[in-house]
């Protein structure tokens, strides 16, 4: 639909007649044949505009065609103090005098009409000036700042730039003084150093701290720069090298990470005696795997500990502020330090333990025994059910030797007419004195020891005393 059309429309429903005119005279309009819809200032209004565009929305529609909300509008006389200028006079009071008295609705601390009491910033007096009428304030100057959409959202609005020019020279003051220090020490140190025809320790320390007067050219930079050796990248090989993905191809071998191109299992951990044969995984054979047994095999093998161990003792005394101990500068003094170290770690361990000793005692408990009075003494036997060694600590061979070594003493008890096979457990043990066991006598429902005829299974054998009441 047209802005003609858009223009013409009520807010009402039309009848289907209106409603026809209307898209007639729209028609018309397009063709040409009827001239066109005015606006309110006399302009002739495309009628080829679509609705969309033409119709005003419904907080800015004044009831007239046109396309006044299409343009820009001028600003306000509401809007016109929100500019950067404009903006809240913070701590500045008004010219007018501070009053002479107490006024009703004034702040009870300080007397100023301008704020009520929980909002004033003055030191809270023993007596405000309601009570006492001395030392009233005067009203702080309230601007009254509207701003517009933009300027209540920009977070620069009310910023002062001369602020922070004022920051800058104070630090700029700061770096000039500092700059002037360092000059007079420098001047200070070439006046004790003495004067020489060659460039003497003093002037050269000046270079060193203000730089050579002789400045490189761009060229000589960059032949510098290409002459600079390059840091290598980490884990590469050298191309006639095998791989570290192609020396195992079992896909249960250990993992490689082509991102940090490490390997840190060992590849052949798994590998069988038939690696390297036909129809293996394994292209390499076994004779090779030596050559690599993985990056963490590098890594904690040898001395790698004992590096690693000095490097983190040089860091850590840098960062306790002895900067002598360097490990890559100075590797040397760096290992003589920590040996000193250790020794005067060791050193104090051995003067704490003592002290503590000498403080609290117990030292035959730190007093441990010989190695083989600590291991195991018994040896572990298995038996099976008719007393047969199954298991013995020998092995197999142990235990057919024990086995046969049991037939023979049970064949010699038969022979005797001794009594049955014996087993794993103990047997012919009688506790508490009695020459029975428990439940060998049975007696109204309960089972007892028949060489005392007692019920309690802990009771003391007491048969030479109740033999002659038994009989």
């Known amino acids: ?39 309110s200032d006399g302009n002739a209004i495309n009628p080829h505009i679509p609705q969309f565009m033409s119709k005003a929305p419904w907080y800015m529609d004044t009831g007239k065609a046109g396309l006044h909300h299409q343009r820009k509008r001028a600003p306000s006389p509401t809007t016109s103090s929100s500019s950067s200028a404009a903006w809240y006079a913070r701590g500045q009071t008004s010219s007018a005098p501070a009053p002479k008295k107490y006024k009703r609705g004034a702040c009870e601390n300080c ?6 009491t929980k909002q004033c910033v003055e030191r809270p007096r023993k007596r405000g000036a309601r009570w006492t ?52 020490e420098l001047d200070t140190k070439k006046a004790g150093a003495g004067e020489t025809g060659d460039k ?17 050219s761009a060229e000589d930079a960059e032949d510098a720069e290409a002459r600079r050796p390059r840091a290598a990248v980490r884990n590469l090989r050298i191309r006639e090298d095998t791989a570290k993905y192609l020396r195992n191809l079992d896909p249960d071998s250990a993992y490689y990470d082509p991102k940090t191109r490490s390997m840190r299992e060992n590849p052949y951990a798994t590998t069988s005696a038939t690696s ?36 983190v003792f ?36 051995g003067a704490n333990r003592a002290k503590v000793l000498e403080t609290y005692g117990g030292e035959e408990h730190l007093k441990a025994p010989a190695r083989e009075l600590r291991m195991l003494q018994e040896a572990y036997v298995e038996y099976s059910r008719d007393g047969r060694v199954v298991r013995a600590p020998g092995g197999s061979a142990a235990a057919a030797a024990a086995t046969a070594a049991t037939d023979a003493a049970e064949k010699a008890e038969g022979a005797e007419g001794a009594a049955a096979v014996r087993s794993r457990y103990r047997e012919d ?43």
């Open 1 to 39: 639909m047209s802005s003609s059309a858009a223009g013409k429309y009520k807010s009402g429903k039309l009848s289907r007649e209106d409603y026809k005119k209307q898209k007639d005279l729209e028609e018309a309009r397009k063709a040409g044949t009827a001239p066109a819809e005015l606006d």
């Open 111 to 116: 007397g100023a009409m301008s704020h009520k």
């Open 133 to 184: 009428g001395e030392d009233m304030r005067a009203n702080e100057e309230i601007t009254d700042v509207r701003l517009a959409y933009e300027a209540k959202r920009d977070r620069w609005n009310g910023y002062d730039a001369e602020r922070h020019r004022g920051i800058m020279r104070e630090w700029e003051g700061v770096e000039e003084a500092r700059r002037r220090r360092k000059a007079l």
């Open 200 to 216: 003497t320790k003093a002037e050269k320390g000046i270079e060193d701290e203000l730089g050579s007067s002789d400045e490189e």
């Open 276 to 311: 390297g044969s036909e129809g293996s995984s394994n292209p390499v054979a076994p004779s090779n795997a030596t050559a690599y047994a993985g990056d963490n095999f590098v890594r904690y093998s040898g001395e790698s500990r004992e590096v690693a161990k000095k490097e």
């Open 314 to 349: 040089a860091w850590e005394a840098e960062a306790r502020g002895n900067l002598r101990a360097h490990f890559q500068a100075n590797p040397t003094q760096a290992a003589l330090m920590y040996e000193e170290f250790r020794e005067k770690k060791e050193e104090r361990r």
């Open 429 to 471: 043990v009688h506790p508490m004195n009695h020459a029975a066991v428990y439940g060998s006598w049975w007696c109204d429902g309960q089972w007892g020891y028949a060489c005392c005829r007692q019920l309690p299974r802990n009771a003391y054998c007491t048969a030479s005393a109740s033999a002659g009441r038994l009989k």
